[in-house]
Structures are given as C-alpha cells and as structure tokens.
C-alpha cells in the first residue's frame, strides 16, 4: 500500500511566522502535490512537482513556496503565514502518466 | 481551463434510501474521471475511476458512477446507502492535455441518518 505521511496533523502559528509543512510518499512517486482544502471550494492545487528539484505552479501559488530536495519528500513553506492561510493542507503522490493520486492525512494550519 | 461543478453541496439521506451525486465537468477532449472519498477524520481516497471503456463503472463499497461523454457528466450512484457512507465526496477530472493534473469539485457533504 501505498503511504503518504504528513508531519503534523494540527499546528497553530502567528501570523508572520515562517512555516514549514513536510510530506514523504514512500512508493518512489515521480509527482507530488500540495493542495488546500476549504469548505464548499473542493482542494485547490498550490504547487506540484514531477521530479527531485522541479516545480511547477498551481492555481494558488501566491505566498507559498515549495522544495523538493530527495524524490520521497516535498515541503511546503509558507513564507510569512497570514490568517487567509488558515486551512486543511493536504499532500498527495502519484506515479506517471494517468494513475490515481494517493493522498495523505492533512495537516490543519491555523494562523491566529 | 477545465472545471468541475458538484450541484449538491449537502445531501441528507436515511439508511436504504438510494444516493446520485452530480458531477459535471467543462473539458471536452479526452478526461479522466475519478470520485474520491473523505470519511470523517480520514484522509482522502479513491472510490472509483474511469480512464476508457465501459461508461458504467463500479468501485468500492457497492458505489458506481456512469461516464455520459455527451452530458459531460460523471455522477456517484449507490442504490442503498449505509450509516457508514457518511463522509465528503469529491468528483475530480484530468486530461492529458492539462498534463494529468486533477481539477476537483467542491464536494459533497453526505449525511446518513440511522
């Protein structure tokens, strides 16, 4: 089976902090996402990337950034969080070409 | 850029009542299409997918969703709902042309009343 982890499940932080969201897939995934969640808007892609050091946009980049320095683990950084951060951030892998994407269980950020 | 709309946002049912969740999409080339489940305090996964082939699909947990290419539609059936179907749907759509990237609905909060 495939597994996608998350660093955290909960996390609270202030606004104009600098925060750090980890995911591993331990299945040798090419891609790997981070998508946010909000209620009635579905998930929303903020970055994705097919290999070690590529990344790629989403449709909400704004005030997020992204690193991926080994092909297990994707991170995502939210320069200087703000409290429209604020939201269910979710990690998924998937192999090339058309498969499925195995998602993790979400980290929700709170920024006060 | 594709879209994809789920009319539904909550629906209520009780036990043994029969369930169809909307999805329509706004890509006319090739797509795949894929449902996705969310139980309460779960993480996201699959119910089902279709990539070509029979239009009818089947997944887990007794749900299937029908591919009508002219409706642009992709709507989740079950024909008798359980307690433990409560939880959030999601319908997705990707298309090679978009570089496989899935596009998700807003989802579908479902509630099964005992």
């Known amino acids: 089976d495939v597994k996608v982890t998350q660093s955290s499940r909960y996390l609270v932080k202030r606004t104009g902090e600098k925060v750090f969201l980890e995911c591993v897939q331990d299945?040798?995934?090419?891609?790997m996402f981070w998508y946010r969640q909000d209620p009635g808007l579905g998930l929303r892609l903020i970055y994705f990337s097919y290999d070690v050091k590529m990344k790629e946009k989403g449709d909400i980049p704004e005030g997020y950034s992204v690193s991926r320095e080994k092909k297990e683990r994707f991170s995502l950084i939210l320069e200087s969080a703000s409290t429209n951060q604020t939201s269910m951030y979710l990690c998924?892998?998937?192999?090339?070409?058309?498969?499925?994407?195995?998602f993790g269980p979400g980290t929700r950020l709170t920024v006060t | 850029a594709q879209s994809v709309s789920q009319h539904n946002h909550h629906v209520i049912l009780s036990e043994a009542a029969s369930l169809e969740l909307g999805c329509n999409y706004s890509?006319?080339?090739?797509?795949?299409l894929f449902w996705y489940v969310q139980y309460p305090g779960q993480h996201l996964q699959l119910l089902l997918k279709?990539?070509?082939?029979?239009?009818l699909v089947k997944g887990i947990k007794g749900f299937e969703a029908e591919f009508i290419k002219s409706k642009f539609s992709f709507n989740l059936r079950k024909p008798s709902v359980q307690w433990s179907d409560t939880a959030e749907y999601f319908c997705a759509v990707s298309s090679n042309n978009a570089g496989n990237m899935l596009t998700f609905g807003g989802g579908t909060r479902l509630m099964v009343k005992p």
């Open positions: 998924a892998s998937k192999s090339g070409g058309i498969y499925e994407q195995y």
């Open positions: 279709y990539f070509s082939g029979d239009p």
């Open positions: 299945m040798d995934h090419e891609n």
């Open positions: 890509y006319g080339g090739t797509v795949n």
